[in-house]
């Protein structure tokens, strides 16, 4: 994979939609490891955009990375009961909360257009998280001579990484920050940590794996290797980096007590996610609503975050990081790699 891809180091930089940003993954890239952008929150156009941007700043491989969830189930009742329960959260910041919730990302097992800019221009890779997409788009992938990564929190969705036709897969421990990789959102999660699977799906999977999860520094990465991990991924040891979008509020929480508390919510956007400990997961714990399906329940999330933000309350925003985020470093990102690469010496 490393050599395929040109990497020197076996180093991923997780996509992160949101906050990594091209000159994040340039900075990456060019550093010898593997950057990554991820377009699931963007359309077609925002995602060719930012593969241009990329492009103008290095000429080494980069992962763009796109979501593959099932559509939501639209349920007005649900969606009407989960906007009366964030109401008096809405008013605490003197604003309303929305009169209804929209879809506000299209997943890629639908988006034709988002398909189309992938195959013309060709990035050295294209990764998948929650799901995979189906046979024809693999194929098209394949054909335009992209190397394809799946994500998997357990060993059957490895399997079917393998069946789809991946070239590896990212091995996501549920140390992981951000959302949770699972196919099936409502499906038992066996919660399995990232050395446990990593080793699991080395001897299983039958595909080269790119352990995430908690992973840090350097002594992470080379616990990885030494478990037969071709790579590591890691997303919250790039949040502090300047060329992360992360902003100011954000850094703060990354770099206080809340690191030292992270907890997978599903209050913000509708699906798992690792986020550090703040005012929505606290409001989370004391409600017993489900939210609506992602990424449905995202577009409330979003609002209520915005409220807040207007009244000078940053609690309530999607700082998602791992729970590794205590030996966060605010450093370049080149220096990072570099800083990373010795380590693992």
């Not at 699977?197 to 520094?217: C, E, F, N, Y």
């Not at 030494?226 to 770099?255: H, I, K, M, N, V």
């Not at 000078?312 to 030996?327: D, I, K, T």
Request: proline share 6%; glycine share 10%; hydrophobic share 45%.
């Amino acid at each position: 994979m490393l050599e395929r891809l040109r990497m020197r180091f076996p180093i991923v930089q997780a996509p992160m939609a949101g906050v990594s940003t091209p000159d994040l993954a340039a900075a990456v890239s060019e550093a010898g490891a593997l950057g990554s952008i991820g377009v699931g929150a963007t359309d077609a156009a925002g995602a060719g955009a930012m593969i241009r941007e990329v492009r103008a700043r290095t000429g080494r491989s980069f992962n763009v990375n796109v979501f593959v969830h099932a559509p939501p189930q639209r349920d007005a009742e649900k969606e009407a009961a989960w906007l009366s329960a964030l109401a008096p959260l809405f008013e605490a910041f003197g604003a309303e909360p929305p009169a209804a919730m929209r879809e506000i990302y299209r997943s890629f097992a639908e988006d034709e257009e988002m398909m189309r800019t992938l195959v013309e221009l060709r990035p050295a890779v294209v990764s998948f998280h929650f799901g995979l997409p189906d046979e024809a788009r693999v194929r098209a992938l394949r054909d335009a001579g992209c190397f394809l990564i799946g994500t998997a929190t357990n060993l059957r969705e490895a399997t079917a990484a393998r069946e789809a036709g991946m070239d590896a897969v990212v091995a996501q421990g549920f140390e992981a920050g951000g959302h949770r990789g699972m196919f099936d959102p409502d499906a038992t999660d066996d919660c399995l940590g990232t050395f446990a699977l990593t080793r699991i799906l080395v001897q299983q999977s039958g595909l080269p794996v790119i352990a995430a999860g908690g992973i840090m520094d350097g002594s992470g990465i080379r616990a990885a290797l030494d478990l037969g991990a071709a790579a590591a991924q890691l997303g919250t040891a790039f949040l502090a980096c300047p060329e992360s979008s992360a902003d100011a509020a954000y850094r703060r929480a990354l770099f206080s007590p809340a690191a030292r508390h992270t907890i997978m919510t599903s209050a913000i956007s509708g699906r798992p996610a690792r986020c550090l400990r703040n005012a929505f997961t606290d409001w989370e714990c004391r409600t017993e609503l489900a939210p609506p399906d992602y990424p449905v329940a995202y577009d409330a999330g979003k609002a209520l975050n915005a409220a807040a933000r207007s009244a000078g309350e940053y609690g309530f925003g999607a700082q998602w990081a791992g729970q590794g985020a205590p030996l966060a470093r605010a450093l370049p990102a080149a220096e990072l790699v570099a800083t990373l690469a010795e380590e693992i010496k």
